[in-house]
C-alpha cells in the first residue's frame, strides 16, 4: 500500500548517455558525403599541382602568372640612370 505517494524512478544517466550516442544511419551517411566531398577537393588540389595548368585569355593566347608592373614608370634598374634631354647633347 501506497498511502497516496507515488514513487518516482531515478533517471538512468548511463541509459540516456547510451541514447545520445547512437549512432544513427542518417549521420552515417552525412559522414560518408563530408569524406568523400574531402577526397574530391584533395584529388583536385594534387592533380593542379602537379599539372601546372595555363591560364588562357579570351582570345585563346596563353597569360602571364606573374601580375603585370604598370607600363608607364620606368622599370627599377632605369629609373637611376640620369635622363639625357635632346638639349643636353649640343
Not at 11 to 26: G, H
Not at 35 to 40: G, H, L, R, S
Not at 46 to 57: A, E, G, N, S, Y
Amino acid at each position: 500500500m501506497h498511502n497516496g505517494v507515488t514513487m518516482h524512478t531515478f533517471p538512468n544517466p548511463a541509459a540516456e548517455a547510451q541514447k545520445r550516442s547512437a549512432i544513427t544511419p542518417l549521420s552515417i551517411v552525412l559522414g560518408l558525403v563530408l569524406v568523400f566531398f574531402c577526397a574530391i577537393l584533395v584529388f583536385v588540389y594534387v592533380t593542379t599541382k602537379r599539372i601546372h595548368p595555363v591560364m588562357l585569355d579570351q582570345h585563346g593566347a596563353p597569360v602571364d602568372s606573374q601580375p603585370r608592373r604598370d607600363t608607364t614608370s620606368p622599370p627599377a634598374a632605369e629609373a637611376d640612370k640620369p635622363v639625357q634631354t635632346p638639349a643636353a647633347h649640343q
